[in-house]
């Protein structure tokens, strides 16, 4: 076990926790982390994109002329691909972008976020958030005093701590997510990573 420190709401040192190294001190995996989160952003497409072919445009029902002698090529409707408002050809049409992501290679690439986080010193630590009631400033306040006011941030709450949530979620450049909604795009996708202890705690035995 490594242990981590663990700053209180003014950014002081506060206690350590220990980590699991298994999850917060690897070699991160850069090829499974690039594959999940490509995976990830294809899930997330709508893929509802749609385009008519010339069986589903208006007109054409008509030939536009007599097969031979006119020294035009032959032509059977003017909704065809290369007529104007015609068809469009091997347009897009609805269909799933989803790809298929192994249970194990998630986790590893989570590992592999979590401690390239830590490595890059980019992991904060909270012993608890401390909201009373919701508050703005407070959360503000609280990101000043740990040193990431300003940059881009992901901040994982509790379930229950609804305090936090209200406190964290109008504040700019701030992502909000809960422990079972954590994932390698999110933890990844920011400038600083922030958590309760406990959480880190949590991850260290789910994902370990």
């Known amino acids: ?13 506060a206690a350590e926790v220990e980590l699991a190294p298994a999850v917060f001190d690897i070699e ?3 090829h499974v982390m690039h594959h999940i989160v490509t995976c990830q952003r294809a899930c997330w497409r709508q893929g509802t994109q749609s385009t008519k072919g010339r069986s589903e445009v208006s007109g054409g029902g008509k030939k536009p002329w007599r097969q031979k002698g006119t020294g035009h090529a032959r ?6 691909g290369q007529w104007r ?11 799933s972008y989803a790809k ?10 989570m590992r592999s976020a979590l401690s390239a986080k830590l490595r890059d010193n980019e992991l904060f630590l909270v012993d608890d958030y401390g909201f009373e009631k919701p508050s703005t400033k407070a ?29 964290f979620r109008n504040i700019p450049k701030t992502f909000i997510i809960t422990p079972s909604e954590a994932n390698t795009y999110d933890l990844l996708n920011n400038g600083a990573l922030l958590m309760p202890a406990d959480v880190a705690t949590h991850f260290g035995e789910v994902l370990a």
Do not use: C, W
């Open 75 to 80: 032509q059977g409707s003017t909704r065809a």
């Open 100 to 109: 298929r992501m192994n249970n194990k290679e998630v986790k590893l690439a």
């Open 139 to 167: 959360a503000v306040a609280l990101l000043k005093n740990l040193g990431i006011e300003g940059k881009r941030l992901t901040i994982i709450v509790r379930e229950d701590d609804i305090n936090a949530y209200l406190s």
């Open 28 to 30: 991160p995996n850069v």
């Open 85 to 95: 408002h015609g068809g469009v050809i091997f347009g897009p049409k609805p269909r």
């Open 1 to 13: 076990m490594s242990k981590f420190e663990v700053k209180n709401s003014e950014g002081k040192a």
